[in-house]
Protein backbone atom coordinates (compact mmCIF):
# COMPACT_ATOMS: atom_id res chain seq x y z
CA UNK A 1 0.00 0.00 0.00
CA UNK A 2 1.85 3.52 -1.15
CA UNK A 3 2.11 6.13 1.71
CA UNK A 4 0.19 9.03 1.28
CA UNK A 5 2.58 12.04 -0.42
CA UNK A 6 4.81 13.55 2.53
CA UNK A 7 6.67 16.57 1.84
CA UNK A 8 10.12 16.63 3.08
CA UNK A 9 10.84 20.01 4.54
CA UNK A 10 13.21 22.30 3.17
CA UNK A 11 16.24 21.41 2.64
CA UNK A 12 18.71 24.41 2.09
CA UNK A 13 22.11 23.51 3.35
CA UNK A 14 23.02 24.34 7.16
CA UNK A 15 24.67 27.41 8.22
CA UNK A 16 25.37 29.15 11.45
CA UNK A 17 22.96 32.14 10.49
CA UNK A 18 20.12 29.87 9.19
CA UNK A 19 20.78 28.02 12.52
CA UNK A 20 20.73 31.17 14.54
CA UNK A 21 17.28 32.11 12.80
CA UNK A 22 15.89 28.74 13.30
CA UNK A 23 16.71 29.12 17.07
CA UNK A 24 15.31 32.49 17.45
CA UNK A 25 12.23 31.52 16.41
CA UNK A 26 12.07 29.18 19.24
CA UNK A 27 13.03 31.20 21.13
CA UNK A 28 10.59 33.53 20.30
CA UNK A 29 7.77 30.99 20.49
CA UNK A 30 7.28 30.55 17.28
CA UNK A 31 5.54 26.95 16.00
CA UNK A 32 7.94 25.21 13.58
CA UNK A 33 5.59 23.88 10.53
CA UNK A 34 6.78 21.05 8.36
CA UNK A 35 8.02 23.31 5.38
CA UNK A 36 9.66 25.40 7.26
CA UNK A 37 13.43 25.31 7.47
CA UNK A 38 14.93 23.22 10.31
CA UNK A 39 18.32 21.48 11.12
CA UNK A 40 18.55 18.18 10.06
CA UNK A 41 19.70 17.01 13.58
CA UNK A 42 16.47 18.87 14.60
CA UNK A 43 14.40 16.75 12.30
CA UNK A 44 15.91 13.10 12.98
CA UNK A 45 14.84 14.10 16.82
CA UNK A 46 11.66 14.28 16.07
CA UNK A 47 11.23 11.27 13.88
CA UNK A 48 12.98 9.41 16.44
CA UNK A 49 11.32 10.78 19.41
CA UNK A 50 7.52 10.83 17.31
CA UNK A 51 7.81 7.38 15.77
CA UNK A 52 8.20 5.79 19.22
CA UNK A 53 5.50 7.62 20.73
CA UNK A 54 3.29 6.24 17.92
CA UNK A 55 4.72 2.90 18.42
CA UNK A 56 3.90 3.05 22.15
CA UNK A 57 0.63 3.92 21.44
CA UNK A 58 0.05 0.85 19.27
CA UNK A 59 1.44 -1.55 21.03
CA UNK A 60 -0.21 -0.12 24.23
CA UNK A 61 -3.42 -1.53 22.95
CA UNK A 62 -1.70 -5.19 23.62
CA UNK A 63 -2.24 -5.23 27.78
CA UNK A 64 -5.47 -3.31 27.95
CA UNK A 65 -6.66 -5.44 25.16
CA UNK A 66 -6.42 -8.52 26.51
CA UNK A 67 -9.42 -8.22 29.06
CA UNK A 68 -11.97 -6.62 26.31
CA UNK A 69 -13.59 -10.33 26.49
CA UNK A 70 -13.39 -10.82 29.57
CA UNK A 71 -14.43 -7.66 30.62
CA UNK A 72 -16.90 -7.85 34.06
CA UNK A 73 -19.72 -6.20 32.54
CA UNK A 74 -21.23 -4.79 29.51
CA UNK A 75 -20.34 -0.97 30.67
CA UNK A 76 -16.53 -2.12 31.94
CA UNK A 77 -16.79 -4.02 28.15
CA UNK A 78 -17.57 -0.34 26.18
CA UNK A 79 -15.24 1.36 28.28
CA UNK A 80 -12.41 -0.69 27.25
CA UNK A 81 -13.09 -1.31 23.64
CA UNK A 82 -13.46 2.36 23.06
CA UNK A 83 -10.31 3.34 25.13
CA UNK A 84 -8.36 0.70 23.26
CA UNK A 85 -9.76 2.06 20.12
CA UNK A 86 -9.02 5.61 21.10
CA UNK A 87 -4.74 4.22 21.09
CA UNK A 88 -4.96 3.07 18.34
CA UNK A 89 -6.21 6.43 16.70
CA UNK A 90 -3.79 8.20 18.44
CA UNK A 91 -0.96 5.97 16.80
CA UNK A 92 -2.04 6.56 13.27
CA UNK A 93 -2.35 10.35 14.55
CA UNK A 94 1.17 10.44 15.51
CA UNK A 95 2.55 8.54 12.30
CA UNK A 96 0.69 11.33 10.32
CA UNK A 97 2.52 13.71 12.23
CA UNK A 98 5.77 11.97 11.78
CA UNK A 99 5.44 11.76 8.10
CA UNK A 100 4.77 15.98 7.81
CA UNK A 101 9.14 15.25 8.74
CA UNK A 102 9.45 13.29 5.31
CA UNK A 103 9.73 9.93 6.56
CA UNK A 104 7.35 6.86 5.50
CA UNK A 105 5.07 4.99 7.98
CA UNK A 106 5.82 2.10 6.52
CA UNK A 107 9.28 2.49 6.94
CA UNK A 108 8.54 3.18 10.59
CA UNK A 109 5.77 0.51 11.02
CA UNK A 110 8.82 -2.39 9.86
CA UNK A 111 11.43 -1.01 11.94
CA UNK A 112 8.81 -1.65 15.14
CA UNK A 113 7.77 -5.13 13.33
CA UNK A 114 11.81 -6.08 13.37
CA UNK A 115 12.47 -5.19 16.93
CA UNK A 116 14.47 -2.55 15.85
CA UNK A 117 12.48 0.67 16.94
CA UNK A 118 12.29 1.09 20.59
CA UNK A 119 8.42 1.85 22.19
CA UNK A 120 7.51 2.63 25.91
CA UNK A 121 9.38 0.38 28.61
CA UNK A 122 5.85 0.29 30.22
CA UNK A 123 4.13 -1.82 27.60
CA UNK A 124 6.02 -4.98 27.99
CA UNK A 125 4.49 -6.33 31.45
CA UNK A 126 2.11 -8.15 31.48
CA UNK A 127 -1.63 -7.48 32.67
CA UNK A 128 -2.73 -10.39 35.07
CA UNK A 129 -5.86 -9.40 36.74
CA UNK A 130 -8.48 -7.00 35.84
CA UNK A 131 -7.73 -4.20 38.85
CA UNK A 132 -4.63 -3.65 36.07
CA UNK A 133 -7.27 -2.30 33.56
CA UNK A 134 -8.05 0.12 36.18
CA UNK A 135 -4.45 0.77 37.52
CA UNK A 136 -2.88 1.34 33.87
CA UNK A 137 -5.55 3.98 33.45
CA UNK A 138 -4.67 5.76 36.55
CA UNK A 139 -1.24 5.36 36.72
CA UNK A 140 0.06 4.62 33.02
CA UNK A 141 -2.31 7.00 31.41
CA UNK A 142 -1.80 9.70 34.42
CA UNK A 143 1.74 9.86 33.33
CA UNK A 144 1.13 9.92 29.61
CA UNK A 145 -0.91 13.03 30.44
CA UNK A 146 1.59 14.55 32.34
CA UNK A 147 4.26 13.93 29.97
CA UNK A 148 2.37 14.75 27.08
CA UNK A 149 0.40 17.66 28.62
CA UNK A 150 3.89 19.51 28.20
CA UNK A 151 4.14 18.04 24.61
CA UNK A 152 1.28 20.07 23.76
CA UNK A 153 3.65 23.14 24.03
CA UNK A 154 6.45 21.63 21.83
CA UNK A 155 7.87 23.58 19.09
CA UNK A 156 6.95 21.45 16.39
CA UNK A 157 3.35 22.30 15.55
CA UNK A 158 2.31 18.93 13.50
CA UNK A 159 3.38 17.36 17.41
CA UNK A 160 2.02 19.89 19.73
CA UNK A 161 -1.40 20.02 17.84
CA UNK A 162 -1.71 15.93 18.31
CA UNK A 163 -0.59 15.96 21.18
CA UNK A 164 -4.02 18.71 22.80
CA UNK A 165 -6.34 16.15 21.20
CA UNK A 166 -4.81 13.58 22.34
CA UNK A 167 -4.82 14.47 26.03
CA UNK A 168 -8.56 15.53 25.49
CA UNK A 169 -8.88 11.32 25.50
CA UNK A 170 -6.20 10.54 27.72
CA UNK A 171 -8.18 12.10 30.66
CA UNK A 172 -11.14 10.24 29.78
CA UNK A 173 -8.20 7.19 30.27
CA UNK A 174 -7.63 8.63 33.25
CA UNK A 175 -10.74 9.18 34.94
CA UNK A 176 -12.06 5.65 33.97
CA UNK A 177 -9.25 3.78 35.40
CA UNK A 178 -9.09 5.78 38.41
CA UNK A 179 -13.05 5.32 38.83
CA UNK A 180 -12.37 1.71 38.59
CA UNK A 181 -9.68 1.51 41.24
CA UNK A 182 -11.85 3.56 43.75
CA UNK A 183 -14.50 1.29 43.11
CA UNK A 184 -12.59 -1.64 43.98
CA UNK A 185 -10.39 -0.28 46.38
CA UNK A 186 -13.57 1.27 48.34
CA UNK A 187 -16.60 -0.91 47.82
CA UNK A 188 -14.77 -3.81 46.72
CA UNK A 189 -14.76 -7.12 48.44
CA UNK A 190 -11.15 -7.87 50.77
CA UNK A 191 -10.32 -9.86 47.76
CA UNK A 192 -11.17 -6.84 45.15
CA UNK A 193 -9.02 -4.72 47.61
CA UNK A 194 -6.23 -6.77 47.57
CA UNK A 195 -6.52 -7.21 43.78
CA UNK A 196 -5.87 -3.43 43.38
CA UNK A 197 -3.07 -3.42 45.60
CA UNK A 198 -1.23 -6.17 43.81
CA UNK A 199 -1.97 -4.36 41.01
CA UNK A 200 -0.57 -0.99 42.29
CA UNK A 201 2.63 -2.87 43.97
CA UNK A 202 3.30 -4.40 40.35
CA UNK A 203 2.58 -1.14 37.88
CA UNK A 204 3.98 1.18 40.33
CA UNK A 205 7.80 1.48 39.55
CA UNK A 206 7.27 0.54 36.08
CA UNK A 207 5.01 3.88 35.89
CA UNK A 208 8.04 5.56 36.97
CA UNK A 209 10.47 4.51 34.42
CA UNK A 210 8.03 5.80 32.01
CA UNK A 211 9.50 9.33 32.32
CA UNK A 212 12.92 8.04 30.72
CA UNK A 213 16.35 7.56 32.90
CA UNK A 214 17.30 9.77 34.91
CA UNK A 215 18.48 13.32 33.78
CA UNK A 216 22.14 12.65 34.08
CA UNK A 217 21.33 9.58 31.70
CA UNK A 218 19.21 10.96 29.42
CA UNK A 219 21.29 12.03 25.91
CA UNK A 220 18.40 13.64 24.22
CA UNK A 221 17.82 15.67 26.88
CA UNK A 222 19.77 18.88 25.95
CA UNK A 223 18.98 18.95 22.34
CA UNK A 224 15.41 18.60 22.55
CA UNK A 225 15.19 20.99 25.57
CA UNK A 226 17.31 23.71 23.40
CA UNK A 227 14.85 23.53 20.73
CA UNK A 228 11.94 23.65 22.78
CA UNK A 229 10.69 19.86 22.00
CA UNK A 230 10.87 18.85 25.90
CA UNK A 231 9.75 21.96 28.07
CA UNK A 232 10.93 19.56 31.16
CA UNK A 233 13.65 16.84 31.94
CA UNK A 234 12.62 13.75 32.74
CA UNK A 235 13.27 14.00 36.38
CA UNK A 236 10.85 17.00 36.77
CA UNK A 237 8.11 15.77 34.62
CA UNK A 238 8.87 12.40 37.44
CA UNK A 239 8.54 14.29 40.22
CA UNK A 240 5.01 16.43 39.25
CA UNK A 241 3.45 12.43 38.50
CA UNK A 242 4.59 11.46 41.80
CA UNK A 243 3.70 14.78 43.81
CA UNK A 244 0.10 14.09 41.76
CA UNK A 245 -0.27 10.74 42.43
CA UNK A 246 0.37 10.07 45.93
CA UNK A 247 -2.10 12.11 47.26
CA UNK A 248 -4.36 10.13 44.90
CA UNK A 249 -3.33 7.10 46.61
CA UNK A 250 -3.70 8.03 50.00
CA UNK A 251 -7.30 9.24 49.31
CA UNK A 252 -8.62 5.48 47.77
CA UNK A 253 -6.53 4.09 50.74
CA UNK A 254 -3.96 2.59 48.73
CA UNK A 255 -0.26 2.64 49.00
CA UNK A 256 2.88 2.31 46.63
CA UNK A 257 5.56 -0.16 46.98
CA UNK A 258 7.96 1.70 48.43
CA UNK A 259 9.41 2.37 51.80
CA UNK A 260 11.61 4.82 51.84
CA UNK A 261 8.78 7.53 50.35
CA UNK A 262 8.71 10.65 52.49
CA UNK A 263 7.34 13.78 51.85
CA UNK A 264 10.06 17.08 51.75
CA UNK A 265 8.46 19.39 53.98
CA UNK A 266 10.68 22.10 52.67
CA UNK A 267 10.46 21.10 48.88
CA UNK A 268 6.54 19.88 49.21
CA UNK A 269 8.02 17.19 46.95
CA UNK A 270 7.39 13.09 47.53
CA UNK A 271 10.33 11.48 48.01
CA UNK A 272 11.03 8.53 46.43
CA UNK A 273 13.52 5.76 47.41
CA UNK A 274 15.96 4.19 44.00
CA UNK A 275 14.30 3.39 41.01
CA UNK A 276 15.71 0.03 39.64
CA UNK A 277 17.69 1.52 36.31
CA UNK A 278 19.03 -2.09 35.62
CA UNK A 279 15.52 -3.50 35.36
CA UNK A 280 14.69 -0.12 33.16
CA UNK A 281 17.21 -0.59 30.72
CA UNK A 282 16.75 -5.12 30.85
CA UNK A 283 13.35 -3.91 29.29
CA UNK A 284 13.90 -1.12 27.08
CA UNK A 285 16.67 -3.68 25.53
CA UNK A 286 14.09 -6.37 24.57
CA UNK A 287 14.28 -8.47 28.02
CA UNK A 288 10.94 -7.15 29.50
CA UNK A 289 8.60 -9.94 30.81
CA UNK A 290 6.93 -9.82 27.62
CA UNK A 291 8.79 -7.76 24.75
CA UNK A 292 8.61 -11.14 22.66
CA UNK A 293 5.07 -11.72 22.89
CA UNK A 294 4.21 -7.82 22.22
CA UNK A 295 5.97 -8.15 19.06
CA UNK A 296 5.04 -11.08 17.78
CA UNK A 297 1.19 -9.91 18.55
CA UNK A 298 2.23 -7.05 16.50
CA UNK A 299 3.63 -8.99 13.59
CA UNK A 300 0.71 -11.42 13.78
CA UNK A 301 -1.83 -8.59 13.46
CA UNK A 302 0.25 -7.01 10.65
CA UNK A 303 0.24 -10.13 8.33
CA UNK A 304 -3.24 -11.30 9.13
CA UNK A 305 -4.13 -7.26 7.87
CA UNK A 306 -2.09 -8.11 5.01
CA UNK A 307 -5.70 -8.61 2.69
CA UNK A 308 -6.95 -4.91 4.26
CA UNK A 309 -4.29 -2.91 2.63
CA UNK A 310 -4.39 -4.68 -0.44
CA UNK A 311 -8.16 -3.93 -0.49
CA UNK A 312 -7.35 -0.63 0.37
CA UNK A 313 -4.73 -0.49 -2.14
CA UNK A 314 -6.94 -1.77 -5.27
CA UNK A 315 -9.89 0.36 -3.84
CA UNK A 316 -7.82 4.09 -4.14
CA UNK A 317 -6.18 2.33 -7.90
CA UNK A 318 -9.89 1.88 -8.81
CA UNK A 319 -10.76 5.38 -7.60
CA UNK A 320 -7.90 7.30 -9.37
CA UNK A 321 -8.52 5.72 -12.59
CA UNK A 322 -12.48 6.45 -12.17
CA UNK A 323 -11.48 9.86 -11.59
CA UNK A 324 -8.96 9.97 -14.47
CA UNK A 325 -11.41 8.33 -17.03
CA UNK A 326 -14.00 11.02 -15.86
CA UNK A 327 -11.71 14.09 -16.39
CA UNK A 328 -10.19 12.89 -19.83
N1 LIG B 1 10.78 3.15 27.37
C1 LIG B 1 11.57 2.82 26.32
N2 LIG B 1 12.63 3.57 25.96
C2 LIG B 1 12.87 4.70 26.67
C3 LIG B 1 12.06 5.12 27.74
C4 LIG B 1 10.98 4.28 28.09
N3 LIG B 1 10.18 4.55 29.13
N4 LIG B 1 12.56 6.25 28.24
C5 LIG B 1 13.63 6.57 27.50
N5 LIG B 1 13.83 5.61 26.57
C6 LIG B 1 14.90 5.55 25.59
C7 LIG B 1 14.88 6.76 24.68
O1 LIG B 1 14.01 6.53 23.59
C8 LIG B 1 16.34 6.87 24.28
O2 LIG B 1 16.64 5.93 23.28
P1 LIG B 1 17.23 6.32 21.81
O3 LIG B 1 18.21 7.46 22.03
O4 LIG B 1 17.85 5.08 21.33
O5 LIG B 1 16.09 6.77 20.98
C9 LIG B 1 17.06 6.42 25.54
O6 LIG B 1 16.13 5.64 26.28
C10 LIG B 1 17.58 7.56 26.39
O7 LIG B 1 16.47 8.34 26.90
P2 LIG B 1 16.35 9.93 26.76
O8 LIG B 1 15.86 10.47 28.05
O9 LIG B 1 17.61 10.51 26.21
O10 LIG B 1 15.21 10.02 25.64
P3 LIG B 1 14.20 11.22 25.39
O11 LIG B 1 14.89 12.52 25.64
O12 LIG B 1 13.57 11.01 24.08
O13 LIG B 1 13.11 11.06 26.56
C11 LIG B 1 10.81 10.26 26.69
C12 LIG B 1 12.31 9.89 26.64
C13 LIG B 1 10.57 11.03 27.99
C14 LIG B 1 9.99 8.99 26.65
C15 LIG B 1 10.50 11.20 25.48
O14 LIG B 1 10.94 10.61 24.29
C16 LIG B 1 9.04 11.52 25.33
O15 LIG B 1 8.51 12.35 26.05
N6 LIG B 1 8.40 10.90 24.32
C17 LIG B 1 7.03 11.20 23.92
C18 LIG B 1 6.02 10.51 24.76
C19 LIG B 1 6.08 9.00 24.63
O16 LIG B 1 6.67 8.44 23.75
N7 LIG B 1 5.44 8.33 25.56
C20 LIG B 1 5.43 6.87 25.55
C21 LIG B 1 4.27 6.40 26.24
S1 LIG B 1 2.88 6.57 25.20
C22 LIG B 1 1.65 6.23 26.17
O17 LIG B 1 1.89 6.23 27.32
C23 LIG B 1 0.34 5.92 25.56
C24 LIG B 1 -0.80 6.16 26.47
O18 LIG B 1 -1.94 5.82 25.78
C25 LIG B 1 -0.76 5.39 27.73
Known amino acids: MTSPVSRP ?26 KDWMPEKYRQQLVRMMSQH ?15 TRA ?23 YCGTETLGVDRHELVE ?21 DVGVIGWLVDGAAIVNQTVLAKASYGPYARAMIRI ?11 FELVA ?19 RWWWPSLMMFGPHDKDSPNSDSL ?22 PQARAVGLTVPDPDLVFNEETKNWETGPIDWDEFWRVVKGEGPCNRERLAARNKAHDEGAWVRAAATAYAEKHAHRKQTEAA
Open 183 to 201: HLSQDGTPEQKAMVQDAVD
Open 54 to 68: AHSEVVGMLPEGNWI
Open 72 to 94: PSLRRKMILLSKVQDEAGHGLYI
Open 225 to 246: LRWRVKRFTNDELRQRFINLTI
Open 9 to 34: PATEPESADRIAAFEARIANGESIEP
Open 111 to 131: QLLSGKAKYSSIFNYPTITYA
Open 167 to 177: CKEENFHKRQG
